[in-house]
């Protein structure tokens, strides 16, 4: 016997479904937890894409969408970094790093949260009123996340692993020269020579790319480096750390300048690298805080 | 899967794989060992409190101090 379908459709829900999808929550629920965010991550982001190539639902939900998926996501982000963090005993370069990371998502959580306040609750015009009290915050969040970043560098360097081909640095330099020199050239001397924006929003417009850039530097040398780690655990996290920040980077590029011309609106695709980004480090958290409590239990050790 | 005629190598190389991979491990024992004027092969066991400390410091970064202890100590025994 079957269950009526809960649409008014002719179809009914037989009770083998109904077996398989409770068999499927089970094995959810007994899912590595690693594999349950990367469930997660990819659900928001499909979900996300499906709002923004249907816009279902409208401008309102669009507007919703575009305002609370990152404040979700960030909230995701900054409690699986806490338990990271939390797995630390001693305070050390890891700790010290780690908690950098952390507050640096709170305040960029605090800046979406008030972003959101702003747009949704007060109905103001973000672009108009540029920079906000969010923008503040955001660029607050920057100096504790460079620094956690340049803490796990120097710290990395300062261990004495070996630091890779030295070629490899030479391509690096260059790939982060180029895209130095079309931030420059595409963005920042255009907004600077631009007589309709106020000092401050220039201010705060140059503020983004400039962080930006300086932050996918150490993120690109992470990536590089834990790129010569294999698949092993211990790098996993500083991978995803770095994927999350050079998500961070794209689009925040993308966004001074779509918003210096008055091009950004809710329910921009770019919005996607922004959630993507937070999940990321999310799963940069879940898996230090992993690996941190197998060695902990490890008994040979 | 990379062997040593060494025992001590070996099991750093144990130790460390599962931890860091096999490309590393393999970086980290040869760089490691060059820094005390030795090479993988030639390893002995007064060389492991020194060894094992150096090891401990590239680890503290990822794992933190307290389990990078817990690995120099591993080795110490060996």
């Known amino acids: 016997m079957g269950i009526p379908c809960a649409h008014a459709c002719s179809s009914t829900i037989s009770e083998k479904q109904i077996l398989l999808i409770y068999k499927n929550l089970i094995n959810f629920k007994h899912m590595k937890k690693t594999t349950q965010l990367w469930i997660f991550t990819a659900l928001i982001m499909l979900f996300n894409l499906f709002i923004f190539l249907t816009k279902v639902g409208g401008e309102r939900l669009l507007l919703y969408v575009s305002d609370l998926l990152p404040v979700l996501c960030a909230i995701v982000a900054l409690v699986y970094l806490f338990k990271a963090y939390q797995q630390f005993k001693g305070f050390d370069f890891a700790k010290t790093s780690w908690l950098l990371t952390f507050i640096g998502i709170v305040l960029f959580f605090l800046g979406e949260s008030l972003y959101a306040i702003l747009e949704i609750g007060i109905g103001s015009d973000m672009n108009e009123n540029f920079p906000s009290i969010a923008d503040y915050i955001w660029c607050a969040g920057y100096i504790p996340l460079f620094a956690g970043m340049a803490l796990m560098f120097y710290g990395y360097k300062k261990g004495g692993f070996p630091m890779g081909n030295t070629k490899m640095y030479g391509f690096l330099s260059v790939v982060i020269a180029i895209i130095a020199f079309a931030v420059i050239v595409f963005l920042l001397i255009p907004i600077i020579k631009d007589e309709e924006t106020d000092f401050l929003s220039k201010v705060f417009y140059l503020y983004y790319p400039v962080g930006d850039v300086l932050l996918v530097i150490p993120a690109l040398i992470l990536m590089y480096i834990t790129s010569l780690f294999g698949r092993s655990t211990i790098s996993m996290p500083w991978r995803l750390l770095a994927l999350g920040y050079i998500c961070f980077t794209v689009a925040d590029l993308l966004y001074s300048y779509l918003s210096w011309q008055d091009l950004y609106g809710s329910g921009n695709p770019i919005d996607l690298a922004w959630n993507f980004g937070y999940l990321s480090i999310a799963l940069a958290g879940l898996y230090q805080m992993e690996l941190m409590k197998s060695l902990n239990e490890r008994v040979d050790l | ?78």
């Open chain 2, 1 to 78: 899967m990379t062997t040593y005629s060494n025992t001590y190598a070996q099991q750093i190389f144990n130790l460390l794989s599962p931890l860091v991979g096999e490309f590393m491990a393999k970086g980290v024992l040869k760089s490691q060992a060059q820094k005390i004027g030795r090479t993988e092969e030639t390893l002995a066991k007064e060389d492991l409190p020194h060894l094992a400390d150096d090891i401990s410091k590239g680890l503290v970064v990822f794992v933190g101090t307290d389990v990078a202890q817990k690995v120099a100590a591993k080795i110490k025994s060996f």
